[in-house]
């Protein structure tokens, strides 16, 4: 009895690790977009240098669809690849520090909006609301074809 139960474990062990998804596979195991650090003018600065328009997330801390954006759509490899590849992205509190000017400059009115501006500032594009990988993807592609 203990014979059968210790192959029964073993067989199991192996099914479990052979039905793991790999890298591949699973397109939630790259990088996702990378955010830029530091101040909305050295975004500005970078942007310019790089001749890229600005993926601007307008977010609130206590907004629950900004943190589903955060959690599932952003971290997804697809969309960091393409978002990483063609934009410089940025995420900023709009109810902190530049952030307040931000909202108010592109006249944010919801949580999450999703911006994406050219380097002189200007905006080009705006949507609000969650997305889901395919649809931010959906949307990023649109606006890096203009």
């Known amino acids: 009895m203990k014979k059968l139960i210790y192959i029964l474990s073993v067989v199991v062990l192996l099914l479990t690790t052979a039905m793991k998804p790999?890298?591949?596979e699973n397109s939630n195991t790259g990088a996702g977009i990378h955010f830029q650090e530091g101040s909305w003018s050295e975004v500005l600065q970078l942007a310019k240098r790089e001749n890229k328009l600005i993926f601007?997330?307008?977010?609130?801390?206590?907004c629950g669809p900004?943190?589903?954006?955060?959690?599932?759509?952003?971290p997804d490899g697809n969309v960091g690849a393409f978002f990483n590849e063609k934009f410089i992205n940025?995420?900023?509190?709009?109810?902190?520090?530049?952030?307040?000017?931000?909202?108010?400059?592109f006249e944010v009115t919801g949580y999450p909006t999703l911006l994406?501006?050219?380097?002189?500032?200007?905006?080009?594009?705006?949507?609000?609301?969650y997305?889901?990988?395919d649809e931010l993807l959906e949307v990023g592609q649109k606006i890096a074809g203009k």
């Open 131 to 133: 997305h889901n990988a």
């Open 56 to 62: 601007l997330d307008i977010y609130a801390s206590w």
């Open 66 to 74: 900004c943190k589903l954006l955060k959690s599932k759509t952003f």
């Open 22 to 24: 790999t890298p591949a």
């Open 90 to 105: 940025y995420a900023i509190d709009a109810e902190k520090g530049e952030g307040v000017n931000l909202a108010s400059k």
């Open 116 to 129: 994406f501006v050219d380097a002189n500032g200007n905006l080009v594009a705006k949507t609000m609301g």
